[in-house]
């Protein structure tokens, strides 16, 4: 679960990390009281929403007078913004963050993440801050540095010296680079995220270090431990789908193209995805129902893909292990009678129980495609396509 970068800088001020005062704005009227709140002659208006980019999309604006307040506010609630992480289609701006100016004398960049390989904490940091990480690993590899914490031990004096070397930082900033990073740490294991980013971490020109930025992602399974965190939680930055799955504990992601899956099993839905590219057409969707769906989560499930009004077809490939064919069939046949069909829809089912659920599927009288295989399932959908 992503937060706007306000409520991640309120998390981390918990934890008593170097945060910008800023006050939270839903109109321009709430923005120009923002400002006088906060006091001083420069403020930032930054719009909220989830995805990078908001910069050099022009959703974040220096502004040095209350009048600049109100026209930046005025212009940016209800726009769409599209960066590089939005898409083509950009997110709507349906909140902002008014926050006092800041003096910057240097930028640099800083993340904590879960290091999969490792399965430990790790560290990313860079000189170049600001900059997307991905730009600056391409072509300035050798600005980042990282490092995992051992969870036996907790993060280091070590780690802070090594991180503040590196940056280029000594004496006072040094040490308070050290008590930031702690901080960080903490804050990052009490809240069970799996993302904490800060883009920039600055040094001010009064020599103190600042988060002028902050991007948090929680781990959605340990949701239960914060209900505080799951407040957070703003629907509107979520497709409909994505939000109605999440009902029933599916894993789905919206896609761009026009082929709807269902599929049991990360792999097998990677799989199947790629396959339908092979062949000429995109994924509408990433769906995994997993190991052990009920009839009813397969057929909201089904539903879920057939809301989409961009899929023009359906594929369903499911290799029963723990997943028992005959309850998928149950499933697609109850949703089909209740919403309808009105797309080619290909089945291909493999593993337990396969033949009472290809039975299902077969006397249920619905206008179904059976496949002996995935290649099998991935060319007749495509050419069920192409005739539609």
């Not at 005025?74 to 960066?83: E, N, Y």
């Not at 971490?201 to 991007?215: F, N, R, S, W, Y």
Request: glycine letters at 10%; charged letters at 25%.
């Amino acid at each position: 679960m992503n937060i706007h970068e306000y409520q991640a800088k309120a998390v981390l001020r918990e934890f008593g990390v170097p945060v910008p005062r800023g006050v939270p704005a839903f109109t321009a009227q709430e923005a120009v009281r923002a400002a006088h709140t906060l006091g001083g002659r420069v403020w930032v208006v930054k719009a909220q929403i989830h995805a990078g980019g908001r910069g050099k999309a022009g959703g974040v604006k220096v502004v040095r007078s209350i009048e600049d307040v109100e026209r930046e506010a005025t212009r940016l609630i209800g726009s769409t913004l599209v960066t590089h992480q939005t898409g083509p289609h950009g997110k709507v701006v349906n909140r902002l963050y008014v926050e006092e100016g800041s003096a910057i004398e240097r930028e640099f960049y800083v993340s904590a993440l879960v290091d999969r390989e490792t399965s430990r904490v790790a560290f990313v940091v860079s000189t170049e801050g600001g900059m997307d990480i991905e730009e600056v690993a391409r072509t300035h590899p050798e600005k980042i540095l990282t490092f995992s914490v051992d969870p036996a031990t907790g993060l280091m004096p070590h780690h802070a010296r090594r991180a503040a070397e590196v940056l280029g930082l000594f004496g006072d900033l040094a040490k308070q680079a050290g008590v930031v990073l702690a901080k960080l740490y903490e804050a990052f294991l009490a809240k069970d995220m799996s993302l904490l980013e800060i883009n920039p971490l600055v040094v001010t020109k009064e020599g103190q270090l600042i988060c002028l930025d902050a991007k948090i992602g929680f781990d959605d399974n340990a949701l239960y431990r914060h209900a505080d965190v799951a407040a957070l939680r703003d629907l509107t930055e979520e497709d409909e789908k994505e939000i109605e799955a999440s009902k029933y504990d599916l894993n789905y992601v919206a896609l761009d193209g026009t082929i709807g899956c269902m599929v049991n099993g990360a792999g097998l839905a990677m799989a199947t995805m790629d396959i339908i590219k092979l062949y000429g057409e995109a994924p509408a969707n990433f769906l995994d129902v997993g190991g052990g769906a009920s009839k009813e989560k397969v057929a909201a499930a089904f539903k879920i893909i057939t809301a989409d009004p961009n899929v023009k077809g359906i594929l369903v490939n499911i290799f029963g292990g723990i997943m028992r064919c005959d309850i998928i069939a149950e499933g697609i046949v109850a949703a089909v009678k209740e919403v309808g069909l009105r797309v080619p829809l290909v089945v291909r089912l493999e593993g337990t129980n396969v033949d009472p659920g290809k039975r299902i599927i077969a006397e249920s009288g619905l206008n179904v495609v059976s496949a002996e295989d995935l290649d099998d399932a991935a060319q007749k959908i495509v050419k069920a396509i192409g005739r539609a």
